[in-house]
């Protein structure tokens, strides 16, 4: 403030003189305090002056003297800025205040809300008006403002049901779940002011002018227990020992009244941050061992208590614990138990939701079942998948892998048991329980027994039905049949095959091949999958059921190498171990690639997607089988093309020759170390004729022990190299015989004259060997042909190539033209179809037509001399 006006007001009622002496007496004295004060005591100096101006100003004095004089336009804008900080100076309110003020607001905001009809916000707002209270709450009573907004709230909402049901016109979906949260929220919090709400109806006015307040209990948050009133008999236990606390140190206690509330609170606050699952999962024990507990609160309970289990394993990478799993799969086979003794109780899904926490449901009139939401074949699903989690991330070398998978029994168990149930479900026609969940859980228990052999499943199902009561039997697959596991795939496969369609159907197709291929029935297995025609339509499925059909494949070709049939197990296994990717395309390994540009997502689902190892193909054995192969195919095709160089050169197996020719180039061969070196070595004898010893080097190979009858399969192997040897001698050594005795044969090759006589009549009648066999003196007889020499041979080899160049040019030039015949012909008529036509027969002149005139039809015959004696 200035000094000026500060002056002029102490000295208002003196003299000018005095007036002037105290102006300059107190300019000085300033001046002197204004160096040895501190800012604060000059702010309290000008407060002083403020309200000594302001109180002279009340008492309506005037100013006199020379003060009126001394007056400047910086003291009216310093009056300017004090009236108008009188103007700006706000009440000091309590925090009390504030906070009723906040939720007068939030008030405002619900009543807003209510007028135009958004839920979405008058969710928020109860929310918040629900956090505001608990703040509010003095001495246990609840504001008559929050009392109102709340009792006014349930009724508005109570006419807007009301009026949704008889309106044809629906809500938007997020109105209608706005809606439905104040819907479950508004009644379970009205329940704790019910005395006030009533009083507040009853009376509306004299309510809110009443002085008193009716005392409310505190409201409890979502995330926290209540605590109910506890018992004498529960109160006398816990003074002998400890009891269970909440966060705020209060004992907890658990009746069978408030089991489904303690269930609300968890369900509600699943999935949210800070939340101890462990912690859920221990007051779900607890409320499971609370008696007497009704089958319906059974249910529930379980129900919650393993999705919350499985919630420990839900994160990207991260398995289920082995003992929460383990503990899932008995609170799974318990609510199977009570569901096959409570049988007015059914579990399915769409059933409603039952809201009212304070009073259990009943059976409806007219119906006889009570229906409690939710999927049992989902859990079993879910399960199974945490079971098939937790063998990928177990090391399968070690005894842990093999303890883990002793639970599959069990998991078994509780499929079928799961079955038998929905097989139950399905005979009430009532209860509209869809098809494809009894296909879901039937297509689960044939994913278990496809890739075992039949001694395995029928120890299965051996304990699987000492699991129910004698009583029990399944529609499906009948006791009676379940100790052959041949009857079991095909009843299961033919099943889904008959009441499903897309994945499921394929599925069940692909795992009946597999069964049949591994006990080795291999037509049956064959002509299935032709007749599926599953190889023309696999891509558009999805990759789990490719990988499927990739195993399939593989299984059906080890089957007919089992049964000997070398061209058909190499035909079959050429598309998977000709590419190189088999660990990928089995799904039995990432195949690391130097170059490729794989995103963290797509390696982390592609791991997610890989095999158990107990599932696994032996890959070594797999490589075997196909290099085993395309050597007795591909030796004797060799000797072939290098006798005869009119044999247009064909290649079966690409892999197989460039590991072969990689083998002839090395300087230096040492002993083989591995199977692809003794399958290698073995060719280079089998090549040279000495079939004993690329024998010994195939029979030598230990992979072989892991097959079944071992013994067997190198006797047929013995066999084929004998018979292919064989071929390659003969190819290899024709040109140089003009007869050769059968006998010469059987005795070189150790084979019956018989066998050796039917090898040879099967290459003549094939155009194989320009021969003839002398059946009356049991020699071949070798026909001369026209011997080429090597000069002639490269001729023609430069003339086949000089053709396929020619053929490829006019492709392209058709391709470049587009059919236009005449576009590079010269004026003289003298272009391609001349050429072609004189030189190269029909061929060249049909596709330029030089020739301008065309016959009827759209055809053109140009064919040389031939041709103008046609025209002629």
């Given at each position: 403030?200035?000094?000026?006006?500060?002056?002029?007001?102490?000295?208002?009622?003196?003299?000018?003189?005095?007036?002037?002496e105290?102006y300059?007496?107190?300019?000085?004295?300033?001046?002197?305090?204004?160096?040895?004060?501190?800012?604060?005591?000059?702010?309290?100096d000008?407060?002083?002056?403020?309200?000594?101006?302001?109180?002279d100003?009340?008492?309506?004095?005037?100013?006199?003297?020379?003060?009126?004089?001394?007056?400047?336009?910086?003291?009216?804008?310093?009056?300017?800025e004090?009236?108008s900080?009188?103007e700006?100076?706000?009440?000091?309110?309590?925090a009390?205040?504030?906070?009723?003020?906040?939720?007068?607001?939030?008030?405002?905001?619900?009543?807003?809300?209510?007028?135009?009809?958004?839920?979405?916000?008058?969710?928020?707002?109860?929310?918040?008006?629900?956090?505001q209270?608990?703040?509010?709450?003095?001495?246990?009573?609840?504001?008559k403002?929050?009392?109102?907004?709340?009792?006014d709230?349930?009724?508005?909402?109570?006419e807007?049901?009301?009026?949704?049901?008889?309106?044809?016109?629906?809500?938007?979906?997020?109105?209608a779940?706005?809606?439905?949260?104040?819907?479950?929220?508004?009644?379970?919090?009205?329940k704790?002011?019910?005395?006030?709400?009533?009083?507040?109806?009853?009376?509306?006015?004299?309510f809110?002018e009443?002085?008193?307040?009716?005392?409310?209990?505190?409201?409890?948050?979502?995330?926290?227990f209540?605590?109910?009133?506890?018992?004498?008999?529960?109160?006398?236990?816990?003074?002998?020992?400890?009891?269970?606390?909440?966060?705020?140190?209060?004992?907890?206690?658990?009746?069978?009244?408030?089991?489904?509330?303690h269930?609300r609170?968890?369900?509600e606050?699943?999935?949210?941050?800070?939340t101890?699952?462990?912690?859920?999962?221990?007051?779900?024990?607890?409320?499971?061992?609370?008696?007497?507990i009704?089958p319906?609160?059974?249910?529930?309970?379980l129900?919650?208590?393993?999705?919350a289990?499985?919630?420990?394993?839900?994160?990207?990478?991260?398995?289920?614990p082995?003992?929460?799993?383990?503990a899932?799969?008995?609170?799974?086979?318990?609510?199977l138990?009570?569901l096959?003794?409570?049988?007015?109780?059914?579990?399915?899904?769409?059933?409603?939701?039952?809201?009212?926490?304070?009073?259990?449901?009943?059976i409806p009139?007219?119906?006889?079942?009570?229906?409690?939401?939710?999927?049992?074949?989902?859990?079993?699903?879910?399960l199974?998948?945490?079971?098939?989690?937790?063998?990928?991330?177990?090391?399968?070398h070690?005894?842990e892998?093999?303890?883990r998978?002793?639970?599959?029994?069990?998991?078994?168990?509780?499929?079928?048991r799961?079955?038998?149930?929905?097989e139950?479900?399905?005979?009430?026609?009532?209860?509209?329980v869809?098809?494809?969940?009894?296909?879901?859980i039937?297509?689960?228990?044939?994913?278990h027994?496809?890739?075992?052999?039949?001694?395995?499943?029928?120890?299965?199902e051996?304990?699987?039905?000492?699991?129910?009561?004698?009583?029990?039997?399944?529609?499906?697959?009948?006791?009676?049949?379940?100790?052959?596991?041949?009857?079991?795939?095909?009843?299961?496969?033919?099943?889904?095959?008959?009441?499903?369609e897309g994945?499921?159907?394929?599925?069940?197709?692909?795992?009946?091949?597999?069964?049949?291929?591994?006990?080795d029935?291999?037509?049956?297995?064959?002509?299935?999958?032709l007749?599926s025609?599953?190889?023309?339509?696999?891509?558009?499925?999805?990759?789990?059921?490719?990988?499927?059909?990739?195993?399939?494949?593989?299984?059906?070709?080890?089957?007919?190498?089992?049964?000997?049939?070398?061209?058909?197990?190499?035909?079959?296994?050429?598309?998977i171990?000709?590419?190189?990717?088999q660990?990928?395309?089995?799904?039995?390994?990432?195949m690391?690639?130097r170059y490729?540009?794989?995103?963290?997502?797509?390696?982390?689902l592609?791991?997610?997607?890989?095999?158990p190892?107990?599932?696994h193909?032996?890959l070594?054995?797999?490589?075997?089988?196909?290099?085993?192969?395309?050597?007795?195919?591909?030796?004797?095709?060799?000797?072939?093309?290098?006798?005869?160089?009119?044999?247009?050169?064909?290649i079966?197996?690409?892999?197989?020759?460039?590991?072969?020719?990689?083998?002839?180039?090395?300087?230096?061969?040492?002993?083989?170390e591995?199977?692809?070196?003794?399958?290698?070595?073995?060719?280079?004898?089998?090549?040279?004729?000495?079939?004993k010893?690329?024998?010994?080097?195939?029979h030598?190979?230990?992979?072989?022990?892991?097959?079944?009858?071992t013994?067997g399969?190198?006797?047929?192997?013995?066999?084929?190299?004998?018979?292919?040897?064989?071929?390659?001698y003969?190819?290899?050594?024709?040109?140089?015989?003009?007869?050769?005795?059968?006998?010469?044969?059987?005795?070189?090759?150790?084979?019956?004259?018989r066998?050796?006589s039917?090898?040879v009549?099967?290459?003549?009648?094939?155009?194989?060997?320009?021969?003839?066999?002398?059946?009356?003196?049991?020699?071949?007889i070798?026909r001369?042909?026209?011997?080429?020499?090597?000069?002639q041979?490269?001729?023609?080899?430069?003339?086949?190539?000089?053709?396929?160049?020619?053929?490829?040019n006019?492709?392209?030039l058709?391709?470049?033209t587009?059919?236009?015949?005449?576009?590079?012909?010269?004026?003289?008529?003298?272009?391609g179809?001349?050429?072609?036509?004189?030189?190269?027969?029909?061929?060249?002149?049909?596709?330029?037509g030089?020739n301008?005139?065309?016959?009827?039809?759209?055809?053109?015959?140009?064919?040389g001399?031939?041709g103008?004696?046609?025209?002629?």
């Amino acid at each position: 403030m200035s000094r000026f006006f500060r002056g002029g007001d102490d000295s208002s009622t003196d003299s000018s003189s005095e007036e002037e002496e105290v102006y300059t007496s107190e300019e000085e004295e300033e001046k002197v305090q204004a160096e040895d004060e501190s800012s604060s005591e000059e702010e309290s100096d000008e407060e002083e002056s403020d309200e000594e101006s302001s109180s002279d100003e009340e008492e309506g004095t005037k100013k006199k003297g020379a003060s009126r004089f001394l007056q400047s336009d910086d003291e009216s804008e310093e009056e300017e800025e004090e009236q108008s900080d009188d103007e700006a100076t706000t009440k000091v309110k309590s925090a009390k205040d504030k906070r009723f003020d906040e939720l007068e607001s939030t008030i405002s905001q619900i009543q807003n809300g209510q007028k135009i009809n958004d839920w979405s916000l008058i969710a928020n707002e109860f929310d918040k008006l629900n956090r505001q209270v608990v703040k509010l709450q003095d001495g246990s009573k609840a504001p008559k403002s929050y009392i109102k907004a709340i009792a006014d709230l349930e009724d508005f909402m109570n006419e807007t049901l009301a009026k949704q049901k008889v309106t044809p016109k629906k809500m938007n979906a997020t109105n209608a779940r706005g809606l439905n949260a104040v819907k479950q929220r508004i009644r379970k919090n009205n329940k704790e002011y019910q005395t006030q709400i009533d009083a507040y109806r009853k009376d509306a006015d004299a309510f809110m002018e009443s002085d008193d307040e009716v005392a409310a209990p505190k409201v409890v948050s979502k995330v926290r227990f209540e605590a109910p009133v506890v018992s004498a008999e529960q109160q006398e236990e816990d003074d002998k020992g400890f009891s269970t606390v909440d966060s705020r140190g209060k004992v907890v206690q658990y009746t069978p009244e408030s089991i489904l509330k303690h269930l609300r609170a968890i369900i509600e606050s699943r999935g949210k941050k800070n939340t101890d699952r462990l912690e859920q999962i221990k007051v779900m024990e607890t409320l499971n061992k609370v008696v007497p507990i009704t089958p319906y609160q059974k249910i529930r309970v379980l129900q919650t208590l393993i999705s919350a289990r499985f919630d420990l394993g839900a994160g990207g990478a991260a398995q289920m614990p082995l003992d929460q799993w383990k503990a899932a799969e008995r609170d799974l086979a318990s609510l199977l138990e009570i569901l096959e003794k409570e049988k007015d109780h059914v579990v399915v899904e769409g059933a409603e939701e039952w809201d009212d926490d304070d009073k259990l449901p009943t059976i409806p009139e007219g119906e006889k079942y009570l229906k409690v939401p939710g999927s049992v074949v989902s859990l079993i699903e879910r399960l199974d998948d945490e079971l098939t989690r937790s063998l990928q991330a177990i090391d399968p070398h070690t005894s842990e892998y093999i303890d883990r998978l002793t639970d599959e029994g069990s998991l078994y168990n509780t499929i079928f048991r799961g079955l038998l149930y929905y097989e139950h479900l399905r005979k009430d026609v009532s209860l509209e329980v869809p098809q494809e969940s009894l296909n879901r859980i039937i297509q689960r228990r044939l994913d278990h027994v496809y890739y075992k052999p039949a001694q395995v499943v029928k120890i299965l199902e051996e304990n699987a039905w000492k699991q129910v009561s004698a009583e029990a039997d399944s529609e499906i697959t009948p006791r009676s049949q379940s100790g052959d596991a041949g009857k079991l795939i095909n009843i299961l496969s033919n099943y889904l095959f008959e009441n499903s369609e897309g994945i499921i159907r394929a599925r069940a197709m692909l795992c009946q091949i597999y069964f049949l291929a591994l006990h080795d029935e291999y037509y049956k297995s064959r002509d299935l999958m032709l007749t599926s025609h599953l190889q023309e339509t696999i891509a558009n499925f999805d990759i789990a059921t490719q990988i499927l059909y990739n195993r399939t494949l593989v299984q059906v070709g080890l089957c007919a190498f089992r049964k000997g049939l070398v061209y058909d197990a190499q035909n079959t296994l050429q598309e998977i171990c000709g590419s190189g990717r088999q660990k990928e395309l089995l799904a039995q390994g990432v195949m690391i690639q130097r170059y490729s540009q794989v995103t963290p997502e797509q390696e982390r689902l592609e791991k997610q997607r890989q095999l158990p190892f107990h599932m696994h193909i032996n890959l070594e054995l797999l490589e075997c089988v196909y290099l085993t192969c395309s050597m007795l195919l591909e030796i004797p095709l060799l000797a072939q093309t290098g006798s005869s160089p009119d044999v247009k050169k064909r290649i079966i197996s690409k892999t197989y020759r460039r590991m072969l020719e990689y083998h002839e180039r090395q300087i230096f061969t040492g002993p083989p170390e591995n199977t692809r070196d003794h399958v290698m070595q073995a060719s280079k004898a089998l090549a040279a004729g000495e079939w004993k010893k690329a024998t010994d080097f195939i029979h030598s190979i230990k992979i072989w022990d892991l097959m079944p009858n071992t013994e067997g399969i190198k006797t047929m192997l013995a066999k084929q190299i004998q018979e292919e040897g064989l071929r390659t001698y003969l190819f290899t050594y024709a040109p140089f015989y003009d007869t050769l005795a059968i006998a010469t044969l059987s005795s070189m090759f150790e084979l019956d004259s018989r066998k050796v006589s039917a090898v040879v009549s099967k290459m003549i009648s094939h155009e194989e060997l320009a021969a003839a066999l002398d059946q009356v003196t049991e020699t071949v007889i070798f026909r001369k042909g026209v011997e080429l020499s090597r000069l002639q041979s490269l001729a023609l080899t430069l003339s086949d190539k000089a053709s396929s160049l020619i053929e490829t040019n006019e492709r392209t030039l058709e391709q470049k033209t587009q059919g236009s015949a005449n576009a590079f012909s010269r004026k003289d008529n003298r272009g391609g179809g001349q050429r072609g036509g004189g030189q190269r027969g029909g061929r060249g002149g049909a596709r330029t037509g030089g020739n301008p005139q065309r016959q009827a039809g759209g055809t053109q015959f140009t064919g040389g001399a031939l041709g103008n004696a046609v025209r002629g």
